[in-house]
């Protein structure tokens, strides 16, 4: 089972913000990266398969497929980027509370990924929640 990292998408209200801040950052750099101060330890095990999951205001909502991971100079010192697949995937809303930085995600406490044309992924995203936190999705 392949590992992955959860982050909060801190200053985003949803998924269409999201995807917007993401696009235009693709345009200006012609790749997606998100860099952060630690490197993971495990990051072999990450890039074999492992994606970085997205907290937006309290649920998970959306993962992208890790692609490389490489030290950088940001701001006069040493980081790492996480380099990104493009693609957002939407997966089903999990509860998550809010933490530091970002955490490792073992495979089977990930969510399933919203099949493609589902009708709940058409949902207004404060809906899908409510129902969520009613146990009815």
Do not use: C, N
Request: hydrophobic share 45%; aromatic share 6%; charged share 30%.
């Amino acid at each position: 089972m392949a590992l992955h990292l959860i982050k909060l998408a801190v200053g985003a209200e949803s998924v269409a913000d999201m995807a917007a801040w993401q696009k235009q950052r693709l345009k200006a750099r012609g790749e997606l990266l998100h860099i952060t101060r630690m490197a993971p330890k495990h990051a072999d095990e990450l890039l074999k398969g492992g994606s970085l999951y997205w907290v937006v205001k309290g649920f998970i909502r959306m993962r992208q497929k890790l692609v490389e991971i490489r030290p950088i100079m940001h701001k006069g010192s040493a980081h790492t980027a996480l380099v990104l697949d493009p693609k957002l995937v939407l997966v089903r809303p999990t509860p998550r509370r809010a933490f530091q930085g970002w955490r490792y995600l073992e495979g089977k406490d990930t969510p399933r990924d919203l099949p493609k044309g589902a009708a709940d992924s058409a949902m207004p995203e404060e809906m899908r929640d409510k129902l969520v936190e009613l146990g009815l999705l």
